[in-house]
């Protein structure tokens, strides 16, 4: 997805939530926010938004000299989505389709993102989101919510790449990933995060923090963009990227970064800004399952 015009003061409000968290007083941050107005004329709108996402937090922990400001937020998320994970689990096992309540609680992990929420009660967000006669969930549209495509793709499929997003969320993946495989043993499974700290996502140790590492293989993805760019990847992660049957892509990062990619990727996020909106063709706050097949991808040619 490229940049929009729109993204530009998002860009300086994510500077200045992160100098915050990392503890910077004002003038520190004035700092931060200026090299930021700097380096804008110099980024192409081209680009996507994680690109400039690198920048942003690059800036902010070069100037703040905190080399991971979300680490508390991470632990944090971490230790209550595992608090959790039993009620989860029973919530797949007793739902009449195992794998779509499996793919809702992924998406619902994103739709919590509880990491940066001091005081969210998670029960009774879980209970919103899930509850039938709510529609933060439209599985009624396929243009949005494509699950029948997942089950097709997923049935026929031996190897999977899955993108995490941020810390804690990775405990929903791990539902979901241990839904897939309890469906099919012999499905490899690639559970890829970033490389260095960039906002709250996930890193290597919260996907062990999650037992991630007992259900898939866990690798980085080479970067620290928060999303993945595949243009920042490093050369073993793109080995697998092109080698796999099917990638799932966890949050809005992602998709920004790889909506316009040339592979077929089933993206589970849930749209939290109008220009992200705006690019699926849905409302703020509708919950994604998006797939473009490779003949559908060959006509956007």
Request: one cysteine or more; proline letters at 3%; hydrophobic letters at 40%.
């Amino acid at each position: 997805m490229k940049t929009y015009l729109d993204c530009i003061p998002c860009f300086f409000k994510q500077a200045l939530e992160a100098a915050r968290i990392a503890g910077a007083g004002k003038k520190t941050q004035k700092r931060i926010l200026n090299e930021l107005a700097g380096a804008l004329p110099k980024f192409p709108l081209s680009s996507s938004p994680p690109e400039m996402g690198k920048v942003i937090y690059g800036l902010a922990k070069r100037i703040t000299k905190k080399d991971d400001p979300y680490l508390r937020i991470k632990e944090k998320s971490n230790k209550l989505a595992l608090n959790i994970y039993d009620k989860l689990k029973k919530k797949v096992s007793h739902s009449r389709d195992r794998l779509l309540m499996a793919v809702e609680l992924a998406i619902a992990g994103n739709i919590i993102d509880y990491g940066v929420k001091n005081s969210l009660n998670v029960d009774a967000e879980l209970a919103r989101i899930l509850n039938e006669e709510n529609k933060a969930i439209k599985k009624e549209s396929k243009a949005i919510f494509d699950y029948e495509s997942f089950k097709h793709v997923l049935n026929n499929t031996e190897t999977i790449l899955y993108l995490a997003d941020n810390a804690g969320e990775t405990v929903f993946d791990r539902i979901l990933i241990e839904e897939i495989r309890r469906i099919d043993r012999n499905k490899k499974i690639i559970y890829a995060v970033k490389e260095k700290p960039v906002i709250n996502d996930a890193l290597i140790k919260d996907a062990l923090d999650c037992s991630i590492d007992k259900i898939a293989q866990v690798i980085s993805s080479g970067s620290d963009a928060p999303g993945t760019v595949l243009s920042l990847c490093s050369k073993e992660f793109l080995r697998v990227y092109k080698r796999v049957d099917m990638v799932i892509s966890k949050g809005q990062g992602n998709f920004e970064a790889l909506s316009g990619t040339k592979r077929p990727v089933f993206f589970l996020f849930m749209a939290k800004c109008p220009v992200i909106a705006q690019d699926v063709g849905c409302e703020v706050g509708e919950v994604i399952l998006l797939y473009r097949s490779l003949e559908e991808l060959e006509k956007l040619k």
